[in-house]
Nanobody
Framework: QVQLVESGGGLVQSGGSLRLSCLASGFTLDNWVIGWFRQAPGKEREGVSVFDSRTGDTVYADSVKGRFTISRDPTKNTVYLELNNLNYEDAAVYYC?????????????????????????WGKGTRVTVSS
């Protein structure tokens, strides 16, 4: 049974940092497209970062480029999202998701980021709150 469990969210001051984790079970994260998405209250869900675990291709939303970093630890079957220099616009519930579409290339990853292409499995999310 495929399962994704996010953790690491919490309350952080503006300018602070967090590291979110997404633990996968029921499958290994090899040869998958893996993404982080977020949804703030009253807003639509948006893509934050998507990467291909086989090729290493990675895309980020413009709003987080240079501040957020996605990575993977194969030994722990876990994907991370490092969040730095957080501001109030980053406050949201963050979700990880996967789809079996390795090799899509940067254009394909961008379409997953935008939501044009869907994802197969989703976690339940972890909340990030940013205080001033």
């Amino acid at each position: 049974q495929v399962q994704l469990v996010e953790s690491g969210g919490g309350l952080v001051q503006s300018g602070g940092s967090l590291r979110l984790s997404c633990l996968a079970s029921g499958f290994t994260l090899d040869n998958w497209v893996i993404g982080w998405f977020r949804q703030a209250p009253g807003k639509e869900r948006e893509g934050v970062s998507v990467f291909d675990s086989r090729t290493g291709d990675t895309v980020y939303a413009d709003s987080v480029k240079g501040r957020f970093t996605i990575s993977r630890d194969p030994t722990k079957n876990t994907v991370y999202l490092e969040l730095n220099n957080l501001n109030y616009e980053d406050a949201a519930v963050y979700y990880c998701a996967v789809v079996s579409r390795s090799g899509a290339g940067l254009e394909g990853l961008s379409r997953h980021l935008s939501g044009y292409y869907g994802m197969d499995y989703w976690g339940k999310g972890t909340r990030v709150t940013v205080s001033s």
